[in-house]
């Protein structure tokens, strides 16, 4: 008898699912330089943490290795709001729950957009019920001082519930200057949201001293770990905004005011913790902590200024204006006679190496590559800039003597 699904039993071996050991596949798993937008190489300190021992989600001693990741997280984000979190899933989930917790349908709410990213606030607030409005620079632009008169008509007209910016748009490379926002938000009683997944960790991020009531990010670039984790941290504003919600925050994986009952003294069950993530994190930002964060900042900025004299030695044109090029994140433009995708994927195959192709409106026309956390040395500038060079005449480039 042949059996089908629905017929078969846990014990019969003629199952149609049963897989034989001799089918069981195998995997090698291949080392890659990972320079392009992340995810970027985990520090192997890291990666040796994360074959430690599993403890409990509510271990006394893991309870306590949480409490310390998140005071280091305090410190990372320059702030000391009490209510900040590693959210248990990526960067994007860092992003729908700042918008999720924070809006109720019919709320008004601005996005400043000017890439890949600050259009998916866009739908993710509206997905929220709220009323968007967008305020739009051309990709690869930032929103500049002259821009802050606009914005503030925009705020006293409409008495938004929230502004949504990016701090580092990782489709074009532009570092959008924020330190001016938050008061200028404030004054009209709205609440400032900011994407920090490219930013925190390479570059100065002041969550408190700039006014910022919402900001999440990612684990897998400036951190130095893998991707799985988003910390979040929200302003003593942004909580009573919480507090007053007339509706149910709509996600409950993401509703913060359960969230935080298992991160806070209560310790109360709402999910398991994703327990080796938690280790990593805590060691990534141990080692930022054991360099010095303004180290590390300026350590981002070094190794892109020799990249960038590298890349434009072997005849690269930037995509950002200078003034806003973001250090950890290098966008440049493809040369007219090179194939995107043959080019990218040599590099990958002979060359070991991912960089990262372009996104939405820059599809085909830029490669992005990253100097993000631990990958930000001179030996990986050194090594990116031989293997283009030779990718480069190999199909076909004339380099600049
Ligand atoms: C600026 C920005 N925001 C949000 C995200 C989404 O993060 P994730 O892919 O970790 O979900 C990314 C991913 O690269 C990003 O660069």
Known sequence: MTNTPSQSTSSSSDSPFTLSPSFVPQFHYPDRLLVGPGPSNVDPIVLSTMSRPLLGHLDPDFLHLMSMTQDMLRHLYRTDYPLTIPISATGMAGMECCFVNLIEPGDTVIVCCNGFFSQ?????????????ITFQRPWGEVFEENDLNAIEEILKKEKPKALGIVHAETSTGACQPLDRLGKLCHQYGTLLIVDAVTSLGCIPLEVKKWEIDAVYSCSQKGLSCP????????????????????TKVQSWYLDLTMIRQYWNSDRAY?????????????EGLRLIFTQGLENRWEMHQKNHLALKAGLEAIGLEYQANPKYQLPQLNVVKIPIGIEDLKFRKTLLNEYRMEIGGGLGEFKGKVWRIGLMGCNSNPAIVSKILSNMEQCLISQGKAIPK
Do not use: N, Q, W, Y
Request: aromatic share 6%.
């Open 120 to 132: 998916r606030m866009v739908d993710i607030a509206t997905r929220a019920g709220a009323k968007v």
């Open 227 to 246: 991707p799985g984790l988003s910390p979040v941290s929200f302003s003593p504003r942004a909580e009573e905004v919480m507090a007053g919600r007339k």
């Open 270 to 282: 709402h999910h398991t913790a994703p327990i080796t993530m938690i280790f990593a994190l805590f």
